[in-house]
T-cell receptor, first 115, second 112 residues
Framework: DGGITQSPKYLFRKEGQNVTLSCEQN?????MYWYRQDPGQGLRLIYY???????QKGDIAEGYSVSREKKESFPLTVTSAQKNPTAFYLC??????????????FGDGTRLSIL | KNQVEQSPQSLIILEGKNCTLQ??????????LRWYKQDTGRGPVSLTI?????NTKSNGRYTATLDADTKQSSLHITASQLSDSASYIC???????????FGKGTKLSVIP
């Protein structure tokens, strides 16, 4: 069954700590995305990637970093510079960044909280 | 600034009843509009995608309409079921843009 797997489902971060959220897809999609969802807010784009070893900042990239070493994987690191990291993080993929009418497929998210 | 406004913010209906959710947007020029369903604690799932030339699109009991002239869309749910309880998110893509503008969603509760 093809899809997007995010792990862990719940994550706790201590002050000053970096944490990494995993995102793996087996849909053979080129484009991958990271979004942040806060209560009562629309999803906001953190980073996106069209191809391996290339990624672009979204609207709220400060305090986050990503890598795209494999087509299937797009991990997100929440660094200690992100002062308000508590949120629900969603990873998504689509066939191609440029095919605008294709749906984005989402994982089931990681909920990050501060200890 | 591109915006997507959804109404109502929340809605409670009885099982078996119909309901309509609204989406107004300012994104211009416009490429397509999507409706997603998001269950609590899960990722959004695509219901419909409509381009500029499409007025209506159905997916089972879900029917989306689009009026590109007035920049309005609606999602009509027929014969609601308890499993329809979720947030429904309207998403708009501008022409020539890779980025999506998300609405804040309408939280629908279907009660027995």
């Amino acid at each position: 069954d093809g899809g997007i797997t995010q792990s862990p489902k719940y994550l706790f971060r201590k002050e000053g700590q970096n944490v990494t959220l995993s995102c793996e897809q087996n849909l053979n999609h080129d484009a991958m995305y990271w979004y942040r969802q806060d209560p009562g807010q629309g999803l906001r784009l953190i980073y996106y990637s069209q191809i391996v070893n290339d990624f672009q900042k979204g609207d709220i990239a400060e305090g986050y970093s990503v890598s795209r070493e494999k087509k299937e994987s797009f991990p997100l690191t929440v660094t200690s510079a992100q002062k308000n990291p508590t949120a629900f993080y969603l990873c998504a993929s689509s066939i191609d960044l440029r095919v605008g009418n294709q749906p984005q497929h989402f994982g089931d998210g990681t909920r990050l909280s501060i200890l | 600034k591109n915006q997507v406004e959804q109404s109502p913010q929340s809605l409670i209906i009885l099982e078996g009843k119909n309901c309509t959710l609204q989406c107004n947007y300012t994104v211009s020029p416009f490429s397509n509009l999507r409706w997603y369903k998001q269950d609590t604690g899960r990722g959004p799932v695509s219901l419909t995608i409509m381009t500029f030339s499409e007025n209506t699109k159905s997916n089972g009991r879900y029917t989306a309409t689009l009026d590109a002239d007035t920049k309005q869309s609606s999602l009509h749910i027929t014969a609601s079921q308890l499993s329809d309880s979720a947030s429904y998110i309207c998403v708009v893509t501008g022409a020539g843009s890779y980025q999506l503008t998300f609405g804040k969603g309408t939280k629908l509760s279907v009660i027995p």
